[in-house]
Antibody, heavy 121, light 113 residues
Framework: EVQLVESGGGLVQPGESPRLSCAAS????????MYWVRQAPGKGLLWVSR????????SYADSVKGRFTISRDNAKNTLYLQMNSLRAEDTAVYYC??????????????WGQGTLVTVSS | DIVMTQSPDSLAVSLGERATINCKSS????????????LAWYQQKPGQPPKLLIY???TRESGVPDRFSGSGSGTDFTLTISSLQAEDVAVYYC?????????FGQGTNLEIK
């Protein structure tokens, strides 16, 4: 069974730099692109960042570019999101997401339960 | 970035009736080399992460009831629930995966009338 378990969220002060982690199991982690998607309270889904299967290529939403860094450790089956210079508007549930990319099947097929990051003084 | 716009923002439908949600993209999601539309639909119930319902605009994910169907091509897409059940109350999102970033629509909140 595919499992994605996020950790590292909580109450943080503006300007702090927490790191989110996502432990993956039940599949060959190194074969998949992975994403972080966030959802502010009562709002919709916003793509934050993505990383390819070997970690050589990354992309970021404009709202986090230069502040957040996505990375992965395929030996540890773990995805990370280093968040710097946090702002109140970064308050959200952050989901770790697997993307399946095949002609037979495509999309964000597995989601973690999410970790809430609340930025407040 | 490709902008995804859903309509309506909110929808109330009686049990057993049809629910229709529309999604429009700012550019075509039809990839000519394979004739596939790079469009997915997700369902998010309260307190849960989203769940993939449909990909390639019309292919149901394994285990998704056949009352859910997707249609459309190019820039205009529709998610239809043929006979609304109580467990279908959720927010529904469309998403394009034609390119990066993988943008979502703003969501449609589906309720029981």
């Amino acid at each position: 069974e595919v499992q994605l378990v996020e950790s590292g969220g909580g109450l943080v002060q503006p300007g702090e730099s927490p790191r989110l982690s996502c432990a993956a199991s039940g599949f060959t982690f190194s074969n998949y692109w992975m994403y972080w998607v966030r959802q502010a309270p009562g709002k919709g889904l916003l793509w934050v960042s993505r990383i390819n299967s070997d970690g050589s290529s990354t992309s970021y939403a404009d709202s986090v570019k230069g502040r957040f860094t996505i990375s992965r450790d395929n030996a540890k089956n773990t995805l990370y999101l280093q968040m710097n210079s946090l702002r109140a508007e970064d308050t959200a549930v952050y989901y770790c997401v697997r993307e399946v990319t095949a002609l037979a099947r495509f999309g964000f097929d597995s989601w973690g339960q999410g970790t809430l990051v609340t930025v407040s003084s | 970035d490709i902008v995804m716009t859903q309509s309506p923002d909110s929808l109330a439908v009686s049990l057993g009736e049809r629910a229709t949600i529309n999604c429009k993209s700012s550019q075509s999601l039809l990839y000519s080399s394979n004739n596939k539309n790079y469009l997915a639909w997700y369902q998010q119930k309260p307190g849960q992460p989203p769940k993939l319902l449909i990909y390639w605009a019309s292919t149901r994910e394994s285990g998704v009831p056949d009352r859910f169907s997707g249609s459309g091509s190019g820039t205009d897409f529709t998610l239809t629930i043929s006979s609304l059940q109580a467990e279908d109350v959720a927010v529904y999102y469309c998403q394009q995966y034609y390119n990066i970033p993988r943008t979502f629509g703003q969501g449609t909140n589906l309720e029981i009338k």
